[in-house]
């Protein structure tokens, strides 16, 4: 395993070949570990985790929680609904009380972006011993989200060995409603610095043309990019058009509850364009696996064959790879940096 520089995991833009390699490596190990509730190891014995979602969550809460339990780490979870935000707590009181209670990863999603970075750079200021990982925050970030995508990918295109080779060269298209999607955005990251191309897809409104720009500079309070050779990023609005050579497709959730404006006229003409079907399947060259990071709504950006196709629908995979994923990701913050 290559060394690992990370104290805290806030977006996938500043990882290096070498991080995303340990990561596929470690998820790849902690596969094997048995997934019955005696199956654990005593990796993270004493340490504890905190789950801090300000928003709402059902796989990733869920997946670290278990992530955790399988390593052997004490786990908190935080519901902002009966906290102390009601009289008016904010949220880096809310974790510093975690801390001071000994948490040592904190797991945050936040509706704001820049609320897990800025409680990272919180506790690097003032010498606290706790790591911040991203659990989702606006429309930013959510690196375990890429990097589980990454490892499915992976996985399928090499069962017995995933490693970044395995998407150097492919075609990944990412379809639907990128604007509001911290899913894609990492996604990108992910893939771009992996060697894959990676195609965007959805009408205008929903992906505005900078998107095409996404990964030539790195973002903002970030001096350079780790990885010298990085995938292209195009935008091919026609979803025929993107799907001809294309070696894999992620579907994205239609977000409702972010659309401040009406951004799609209807879902059904949305369904009909860029809706995931058995049918627009034909238009591939070849059988392509279907993600989607989920929660899904069927019949809009994916019809419930499609996801019902455990032939090519790798839905299920991402949610299972997800538990091995964070844990990595648990192991790498609470055992490789100044810890
Ligand atoms: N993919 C994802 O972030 O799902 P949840 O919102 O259920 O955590």
Not at 104 to 112: A, C, F, G, K, M
């Amino acid at each position: 395993m290559k060394s690992w520089a990370h104290n805290h995991i806030i977006d996938l833009a500043s990882f290096s070949i070498d991080d995303y390699e340990t990561v596929l490596e470690l998820t790849n190990r902690f596969k094997q570990v048995p997934t019955s509730s005696s199956g654990k190891i005593p990796a993270l014995q004493g340490k504890l985790l905190t789950t801090l979602f300000f928003e709402p969550s059902t796989r990733t809460r869920s997946s670290f929680e278990l992530a955790a339990k399988r390593l052997s780490a004490d786990v908190q979870s935080f519901s902002p609904t009966n906290s102390s935000l009601s009289k008016g707590e904010t949220p880096l009181d809310t974790a510093l009380t975690y801390i001071s209670m000994g948490s040592n990863i904190l797991i945050v999603r936040h509706s704001s972006t820049n609320v897990p970075a800025e409680l990272a750079n919180y506790i690097d200021k003032n010498g606290l011993k706790a790591s911040i990982l991203n659990g989702g925050d606006g429309l930013h970030s959510h690196p375990s989200q890429g990097l589980l995508d990454l490892f499915t990918l992976a996985n399928f295109f090499n069962p017995m060995n995933p490693s970044t080779n395995d998407l150097k060269n492919k075609t990944i298209t990412i379809v639907g409603d990128i604007l509001h999607s911290r899913v894609a955005r990492s996604n990108i990251w992910a893939l771009t610095g992996c060697g894959a191309n990676v195609i965007l897809c959805g009408p205008l409104s929903i992906l505005p043309d900078e998107f095409s720009e996404f990964v030539n500079s790195p973002p903002p309070g970030q001096k350079y990019d780790p990885i010298k050779n990085r995938g292209k990023v195009t935008i091919i609005r026609s979803l025929k058009d993107a799907l001809e050579d294309t070696d894999a497709v992620m579907t994205l959730r239609i977000q409702k509850e972010r659309m401040k404006q009406n951004l799609l006229s209807d879902f059904d003409s949305y369904h009909k364009n860029y809706g995931i079907t058995h049918e627009k399947l034909k238009w591939c060259k070849k059988s392509i696996p279907i993600l989607h990071p989920g929660p899904v709504n069927r019949g809009i950006e994916i019809s419930s064959q499609i996801v019902e196709d455990q032939s090519i629908s790798l839905i299920d995979k991402q949610v299972i790879n997800g538990i091995p994923t964070r844990m990595a990701l648990l192991y790498l913050l609470a055992t490789m940096k100044n810890k």
